[in-house]
């Protein structure tokens, strides 16, 4: 239950400052100021913007399906925000400690298709429609690489645990597992221990370094998975207007963009746990300099959670910033582009990194 | 399949760039520019950062005599309905009252002759082509740099000029007309005392039609008029060009 609460606060006090951020990172890479009026430095704008949205009709267009168009963001938002109930957020501090978290991860994500086809459909216009097709099958070409990218450290860490996954890879290694050893870069040959060293060395995409490119193709098909730009042809502003959304106004509308920046972060963190070490500090020990000691913190101690929580969350949210940061940057791909990349780049490349990850699981045995 | 790995090369290597000029832009919006007008030498100087201002708060300084709001120096028109004549969209509104004498002098000398009772600019009309103030002959009618007058209602694009109260109309109005009464009354003594006189013409000017033209200027002229352009300056230059151009008149 305390899970529950955290999350749904953090997830809305995240979007508030996400979106403020957004704004602002756009501006300032285009050389603008951003918004500056409401509070300082524009700080309260995303509030203001808020306090609007909430007020502001809900609008069922007329030739609209209602039962469909209806619960349309509900289901979007309830299938992001239910992925975020088994992530462990610090060592002891968990919604649910499922034993398949990742597996059931994967498949509730899935399930916002479900709700963007309900909204896309149930608006009963071209645009709408246009938008949910274009995202369904968006999201289910990026599922294959992004599920291929995550089988290659389920393949390394041979449990589909979080938590297990995230104590694989730090200086607590042994709470879970009394044999398990950390070698320099996953090979047993090289004899180098890193099992008390700790820091990002012991993270994943040290442990196998073939994980720097499933990190790239998991970050790839993540953003796609989130329809971010430079996949955001779901709802590409200037094709489609909005896209699945383009009918829905106030409440709604707002569930709709609290699920993007939800799942933004939800794919943060799970792109943080699988691959650059979940709560576990980046600072190796260092000979007497025991830095990561100092900075991980038993865990179920109070040190550990809040030292686990500051990492794992500023991971997170630098990942998010890289997101904004590349939505910035990069034009949007074109449909047959964006399929292209998929199924001839991404999809080859993670299936050949499924059979080194197993080869690279018999080095570190 | 060569192409296959060339794509896979670009890709990484545009992506990069991509990034890289993002970055730089994301770091260099630490700085933002200095509102400096596009005169100053520096202004190009300034290519990173910032570009946008915070309108209100900051301004990035125009010319002095910018081409942008019509003003008046009431004071110193003489009311020739010049500026009303080639306004090619007829936005300056001018009601002059013609005065029995001269009344004062402008700032350079010119002596005034016609009140104005309205001097209206219609700023909403205003195609801000600039010619009232070159045919303007006391330099009264300019341009100021000041761009930021917009309304709610267009009607309060209407500048008033004109500083006379309706009483003051009134009595000048008056005055004029017992003076032309008067005048009316001595001609007909003098024609009747002298008839066939050409004489009468010149001094006629009074009861001409209500428009001025230039005619009181030219008569005052001979009187003492140290300078006059004929030659009509063009106002838009900086203040220190058109101080020379004047100082070179």
């Given at each position: 239950?305390?899970?529950?609460?955290?999350?749904?606060?953090?997830?809305?006090?995240?979007?508030?400052?996400?979106?403020?951020?957004?704004?602002?990172?756009?501006?300032?890479?285009?050389?603008r100021y951003g918004p500056m009026e409401v509070g300082y430095y524009g700080l309260l704008q995303t509030v203001a913007d808020l306090l609007k949205l909430i007020?502001?009709?809900?609008?069922?267009?007329?030739?609209?399906?209602?039962?469909?168009?209806?619960?349309?963001?509900?289901?979007?938002?309830?299938?992001?925000?239910?992925?975020?109930?088994?992530?462990p957020l610090t060592?002891?501090?968990?919604?649910?400690?499922?034993?398949?978290?990742?597996?059931?991860?994967?498949?509730?994500?899935?399930?916002?298709?479900?709700?963007?086809?309900?909204?896309g459909w149930g608006s009963n216009s071209k645009y709408a429609l246009f938008g949910a097709m274009r995202s369904v099958a968006q999201i289910i070409s990026y599922e294959i690489p992004l599920g291929l990218s995550i089988l290659c450290v389920i393949m390394i860490s041979q449990t589909l645990s979080l938590q297990e996954i995230i104590y694989q890879q730090g200086i607590y290694a042994q709470n879970i597992d009394q044999e398990a050893v950390n070698y320099l870069f996953g090979i047993k040959a090289l004899g180098v221990e890193t099992t008390n060293v700790g820091g990002f060395l012991t993270w994943?995409?040290?442990?196998?370094?073939?994980?720097?490119?499933?990190?790239?193709?998991?970050?790839?098909?993540?953003?796609?998975?989130?329809?971010?730009?430079?996949f955001d042809i779901p709802e590409a502003e200037s094709e489609l207007v909005a896209g699945f959304h383009v009918e829905y106004s106030g409440f709604r509308w707002a569930l709709i963009m609290l699920s993007e920046y939800g799942?933004?972060?939800?794919?943060?963190?799970?792109?943080?746990?699988?691959?650059?070490?979940?709560?576990?500090?980046?600072?190796?020990?260092?000979?007497?300099?025991?830095?990561?000691?100092?900075?991980?913190?038993?865990?179920?101690?109070?040190?550990?959670?809040?030292?686990?929580?500051?990492?794992?969350?500023?991971?997170?949210?630098?990942?998010?910033?890289?997101?904004?940061?590349?939505?910035?940057?990069?034009?949007?791909?074109?449909?047959?582009?964006?399929?292209?990349?998929?199924?001839?780049?991404?999809?080859?490349?993670?299936?050949?990194?499924?059979?080194?990850?197993?080869?690279?699981?018999?080095?570190?045995? | 399949m060569n192409d296959y790995w060339k794509n896979i090369r670009t890709t990484h290597k545009t992506l990069k760039t991509g990034l890289k000029i993002t970055a730089r832009h994301l770091k260099a919006a630490r700085n933002s520019r200095n509102p400096m007008s596009p005169k100053n030498e520096n202004y190009f100087d300034q290519q990173n950062g910032i570009m946008t201002t915070q309108y209100p708060k900051e301004v990035i300084p125009v010319p002095h005599h910018g081409r942008y709001k019509l003003?008046?120096?009431?004071?110193?028109?003489?009311?020739?309905?010049?500026?009303?004549?080639?306004?090619?969209?007829?936005?300056?509104?001018?009601?002059?009252?013609?005065?029995?004498?001269?009344?004062?002098?402008?700032?350079?000398?010119?002596?005034?002759?016609?009140?104005?009772?309205?001097?209206d600019?219609?700023?909403?009309?205003?195609?801000?082509?600039?010619?009232?103030?070159?045919?303007?002959?006391?330099?009264?009618?300019?341009?100021?740099?000041?761009?930021?007058?917009?309304?709610?209602?267009?009607?309060?694009?209407?500048?008033?000029?004109?500083?006379?109260?309706?009483?003051?109309?009134?009595?000048?109005?008056?005055?004029?007309?017992?003076?032309?009464?008067?005048?009316?009354?001595?001609?007909?003594?003098?024609?009747?005392?002298?008839?066939?006189?050409?004489?009468?013409?010149?001094?006629?000017?009074?009861?001409?039609?209500?428009?001025p033209a230039m005619k009181p200027k030219i008569s005052g002229a001979s009187a003492s008029k140290p300078k006059i352009p004929i030659r009509p300056r063009i106002p838009k230059k900086d203040d220190g060009e058109s101080n020379q151009n004047l100082d070179k008149d």
């Open positions: 239950m305390y899970a529950f609460i955290f999350f749904l606060t953090f997830l809305l006090i995240y979007t508030i400052f996400a979106v403020y951020a957004e704004r602002k990172i756009s501006a300032f890479i285009q050389d007020q502001k009709e809900d609008i069922v267009p007329a030739a609209a399906d209602r039962k469909l168009f209806k619960p349309g963001p509900i289901v979007v938002f309830v299938a992001v925000f239910a992925g975020f109930a088994v992530l060592s002891g501090f968990q919604g649910a400690e499922v034993q398949i978290g990742l597996f059931y991860l994967l498949a509730i994500i899935s399930l916002d298709v479900v709700g963007i086809l309900l909204s994943n995409i040290f442990r196998a370094p073939i994980f720097f490119v499933a990190y790239l193709i998991f970050f790839i098909a993540s953003l796609a998975e989130c329809n971010r730009a430079p799942l933004m972060l939800l794919v943060s963190f799970l792109g943080a746990i699988l691959f650059l070490g979940g709560w576990n500090s980046p600072l190796p020990n260092i000979g007497s300099v025991a830095l990561a000691d100092w900075t991980t913190g038993e865990p179920g101690t109070v040190a550990g959670h809040l030292w686990g929580a500051f990492w794992l969350i500023g991971k997170a949210l630098l990942t998010v910033a890289v997101q904004m940061w590349i939505r910035w940057t990069y034009p949007r791909l074109r449909l047959d582009q964006l399929m292209n990349l998929s199924w001839k780049y991404l999809t080859p490349a993670a299936i050949i990194l499924v059979l080194l990850s197993a080869l690279w699981r018999l080095l570190m045995i | 003003h008046n120096e009431i004071d110193d028109c003489i009311v020739c309905d010049k500026c009303a004549k080639i306004c090619p969209v007829d936005c300056i509104d001018i009601e002059p009252i013609r005065s029995p004498e001269e009344f004062g002098k402008t700032s350079d000398g010119t002596p005034k002759r016609i009140y104005a009772a309205r001097f600019i219609d700023m909403a009309k205003c195609c801000f082509c600039g010619l009232c103030t070159t045919v303007c002959p006391t330099e009264c009618l300019t341009m100021t740099d000041e761009y930021d007058f917009s309304e709610f209602d267009y009607k309060e694009h209407n500048f008033e000029f004109g500083e006379m109260t309706p009483l003051e109309i009134l009595e000048k109005k008056k005055a004029f007309e017992e003076y032309t009464a008067k005048k009316e009354a001595e001609k007909k003594t003098k024609v009747e005392s002298s008839p066939k006189s050409k004489i009468p013409i010149k001094p006629k000017i009074g009861g001409g039609p209500a428009k």
